[in-house]
């Protein structure tokens, strides 16, 4: 991306989008959590995220510091494991974007994202969590740019599509992490709303990529190119 100030444009642009998002789905996200959760992952997300807006309002500078803020406002206003899960993994991972935000420190970014959500959440795929959208969008978007050498615009749709492909492949499982486990395979049939969440952000930062990068994306070429739960050889094998 361009100079410090267009990076702190988008950024600002990109949580206002995210914020109204998540203000208009959060019927939704409640009514996914009643099934299997605790009827409260629309109302959370939704106040943390207008709180990220107060907070981050007329910052300007380092983008990282803007992220970080970011991530401080949801851990301190999102309750119950949404708030260390999505506000404390962000703060970690805010650090890789003291350079600015790139292709490349936009994959660190991602990479340290998904490695602190996992460490906090001691979550791996196929439990029907967060980390079932997180994972094949990390490692999509990873393999776009350092192996397809696609730009970020169409990365990151690629990365949109992989977690839309996770979230569905919530559906069908047995929860084995979080509230949901303790339904055992009354779990099975619903979607998880912490993925489904993690899919609308990256829908809304892609929607901010397309108004602030270059280039256009053709709707029926911007599929996944890696498998839609990549395992360890996914890079290798995609």
């Given at each position: 991306?361009?100079?410090?100030?267009?990076?702190?444009?988008?950024?600002?642009?990109?949580?206002?989008?995210?914020?109204?998002?998540?203000?208009?789905?959060?019927?939704?996200?409640?009514?996914?959590?009643?099934?299997?959760?605790?009827?409260?992952?629309?109302?959370?997300?939704?106040?943390?995220?207008?709180?990220?807006?107060?907070?981050?309002?007329?910052?300007?500078?380092?983008?990282?510091?803007?992220?970080?803020?970011?991530?401080?406002?949801?851990?301190?206003?999102?309750?119950?494991?949404?708030?260390?899960?999505?506000?404390?993994?962000?703060?970690?991972?805010?650090?890789?974007?003291?350079?600015?935000?790139?292709?490349?420190?936009?994959?660190?970014?991602?990479?340290?994202?998904?490695?602190?959500?996992?460490?906090?959440?001691?979550?791996?795929?196929?439990?029907?969590?967060?980390?079932?959208?997180?994972?094949?969008?990390?490692?999509?978007?990873?393999?776009?740019?350092?192996?397809?050498?696609?730009?970020?615009?169409?990365?990151?749709?690629?990365?949109?599509?992989?977690?839309?492909?996770?979230?569905?492949?919530?559906v069908p499982l047995r929860a084995t992490k979080g509230r949901a486990s303790y339904?055992?395979?009354?779990?099975?049939?619903?979607?998880?709303?912490?993925?489904?969440?993690?899919?609308?952000?990256?829908?809304?930062?892609?929607?901010?990529?397309?108004?602030?990068?270059?280039?256009?994306?053709?709707?029926?070429?911007?599929?996944?190119?890696?498998?839609?739960?990549?395992?360890?050889?996914?890079?290798?094998?995609?």
């Open positions: 991306m361009a100079d410090t100030d267009v990076q702190v444009a988008a950024l600002h642009a990109a949580l206002e989008n995210v914020a109204d998002r998540l203000a208009e789905e959060k019927t939704y996200l409640t009514d996914l959590d009643s099934a299997i959760g605790d009827a409260d992952h629309g109302a959370n997300m939704n106040r943390g995220f207008q709180t990220v807006l107060e907070q981050t309002a007329g910052m300007d500078g380092d983008p990282s510091e803007i992220v970080k803020a970011a991530g401080k406002a949801i851990l301190s206003e999102v309750g119950g494991a949404a708030g260390p899960l999505y506000g404390g993994s962000i703060m970690m991972a805010s650090g890789e974007l003291d350079e600015g935000i790139t292709a490349e420190t936009t994959v660190a970014f991602a990479e340290t994202y998904l490695e602190k959500l996992q460490d906090r959440g001691g979550a791996e795929v196929g439990q029907k969590t967060m980390v079932d959208a997180v994972t094949p969008a990390v490692h999509t978007y990873k393999k776009s740019i350092e192996q397809d050498d696609l730009p970020p615009l169409e990365a990151l749709a690629k990365a949109v599509d992989a977690a839309e492909r996770g979230v569905n492949f919530t339904l055992g395979w009354r779990s099975v049939g619903h979607q998880d709303p912490g993925a489904t969440s993690t899919l609308f952000i990256l829908e809304e930062l892609l929607k901010t990529a397309r108004e602030f990068l270059d280039g256009d994306l053709d709707p029926d070429t911007h599929d996944a190119t890696s498998p839609t739960i990549p395992d360890d050889g996914a890079d290798e094998e995609a």
